[in-house]
């Protein structure tokens, strides 16, 4: 076997000095970065009351709800489960099409190839920031003081909340749509409607198209939820079997919810490879 | 005006437009049938979620009415006219917004450190055999799927009330959500380095230590970060079901009808979240360059 020679290493330290002679401070940012990442950490378990016979006994305890949930079982509320489940899509439906019609004029203010003017365009996109900045049970709460107690408090949370993120998730569509096809509507003598309808909306409305249906799907999850504090849907049946340790009929409602955000998830993939294509999406 | 446009003799324009319309038409008639159907879904829902447009119409004014209320105080003030009355609890709510902030720290590092323990095992190039990858991704698609929030109603029970219910909630939502993409990121990683470690002789764990951490690193703190903003909103709820954080707070405040106190609290979460968000953002383009966030 032949032996390679042996590398002159002094040689390829003078040629490569920055490989082999870092400078202190590139090769400890990590360390530092590692360090204080950790510090934080544990500042944090100690700040949050962690402690180890707590942590063993919550487990012990979970351990022991696990064993009672099995098997599912929904005793005889089945029909009333069925409904609540029916009213969670409902929810997420029409919270995420109301979201999105309201969305669309708006998000044409907030893009900048139609307002080219910061001033204006600044101020929507912070009243967008902001409403995103609130949590959808929020805003349930908030409604829940307006419009009652019941699932319809939990379409406006929904649409509210949805309206903030469709706002900035259109703009951006709107921003990244090409510009040859207005200046060819402006170039035949169309006015700056014209330009919107036949030169933006039809490559922007495919992707708005796919964001809405994702939307809808991600918020049969959130409508799942707003039930917790009062707005409608499953979400109460599970808070309300939660607090009486009813845990068959818990795992049972976690089921259910599980299967319909398969299901939801299923056709709106289906839909959205035949709106927009297969290969827009992979 | 004169036209300069040269039209094609009639006999083969009418061809040409009987072909257009009927293309067209076909198109048309697939559009109005799914909007019919989305429509009728819509109806259906509508009715589902007891939409009532009388209740919106009367009540609207309160919702806009409930925007002043909350924007007045007490002695029937703008806020923004005594800010030391308006924050009059700030010692308060800094100390618990300071708590929501690590609730969503520790809560997305155990994720984000959990997710990386299994994400080799979930991805389809890494992973060491097909059922214990089956298993791995059924396992973060439950704890991706259920929401943080129903963990934390069950935590509350077994761990008692306090922020470590949500900690450990937001915990096992960021493994499932991070799993997945990080086993994302694995699955695009180039797979030569790793063959190139293999015919060293290495081992299963040399070879994602050696071969695949080094390119999918950045994309990970990427991903994480963004985990971080998003559990910072999570947090900021937790307290609802009284996992800890300032959610309790702001709770108890709208549902007593404390006013200037609802607007007070939303008014410091808006600004950390927007704080957070631009500090994640400055943080991840420093780091991996300006088009890491897509």
Redesign the interface.
Known sequence: MSQLPKPDTAQLRARYPDVFDRPASARLAMPAMIVA?FG??V???V????SPA??LS??H??GW?TLMMLPPDPGSSLPIYLKAL??T???A??GT?IAAVFALPVSLLAARNIIPSNLLRFPVRRFL??IR???T??WA???I????L???A???AIALSDFGAFGKLFSEAIEAADKKQVEGIRASGGNALHEIRFGLMPQVLPVIAGQVLYFIESNT??A??IG??GA?GI?LQ??EQ?RV?EWQK?SFL?LM??VA??AIDWISTKLRFAIIGQRAVA | MTSAVSLLPPQQLEVLNDAYRKAVSRKRLRLTLATAVFVAALIVAAIGAEVNLRTLFTYFGNFISYFDRILTLEDGHRVWTDLAEWFWGWQKWLKLLGETLLISYVGTLTGAVLAFALNFFAAQNTSPGPWLRFVIRRLLEFARTVPGIVFALIFVIAFGLGPMAGVLAIAIHSTGALGKLFSEIVENADMKPVEGVRSTGASWLSCMRFAVLPQVSAGYASYALLRFEINVREASVMGFVGAGGIGQELVVAIRKFYYSDVSAILVTIIVTVFVIDICTGWLRARLFGKDARS
Do not use: K
């Not at chain 1, 003081?145 to 009652?148: D, R, T």
């Open positions: 990442a934080v950490l500042f944090g378990l700040d949050l009351d962690f707590r942590l919550g487990m305890q979970l709800i029916g009213e899509l409902s929810i439906l029409l099409t920031d902001s900045g609130v949590d049970l929020i709460l908030v409604w003081n307006v419009v009652g019941g699932p319809f939990g379409v406006l999850r959130s799942t939820i917790i504090v409608g979400g599970l808070a939660i340790l818990v976690i919810i599980l955000v398969a």
